[in-house]
C-alpha cells in the first residue's frame, strides 16, 4: 500500500489509524531519512492505541515503554546501535515475545534479526511535491 500525506497532520492520521488497528504481537518496522516524519507517524499510531502521554522518540534510550490500556507499545530507536547483537542486551527478544506492539524505528540497521511476519513502513520526502510531502509505503500484514 502507498499513502501520499501532504501535512504533518495527514502523516499523524496515518499513523492513527495504523495504530487503532494494531493487535499484540505485532512488530512495525518504520524506515525513513532523518526528518522525514517518522515520530509524528509513531505519535499518531500511540494516539490511536489509546496511548495518551507524549511520545518521543528514545535515541538515546534505544525502547521507550507506553501503556496503552489494552496493550502496550515498545517504541525502538536503534539508529545509535552499532551492532545489531547489541538488541539482545537489552532483551529485544523479550519484548517482541511480551503482548504488546513493538514500533522500530530506523530498522533496517537491525534488519538480520527482525521476525519475517512484520509490517514494513517507509516514509520518503521528494521537495518538488512540496516541504510536508510524504510517500508513505507500507509492506506485510499481522498475523
Known sequence: MITETFSEKETFE???ELG???KAGSVYC???DLGAGKTVFTKG???GMGITEDVSSPTFM???EYDGGEMNLYHFDVYRI???DEMFDIGFEEYLSKEGVCLIEWSCIIEDILPENCIKIRITR???KGF???KIEIAGEPD
Do not use: H, N, T
Open 30 to 32: 518504520l524506515d525513513g
Open 62 to 64: 534505544i525502547v521507550q
Open 45 to 47: 499510531f500511540a494516539a
Open 82 to 84: 552499532a551492532d545489531p
Open 126 to 128: 521528494d521537495p518538488s
Open 14 to 16: 496515518l499513523g492513527y
Open 132 to 134: 510536508d510531502y510524504r
Open 20 to 22: 487503532k488497528k494494531a
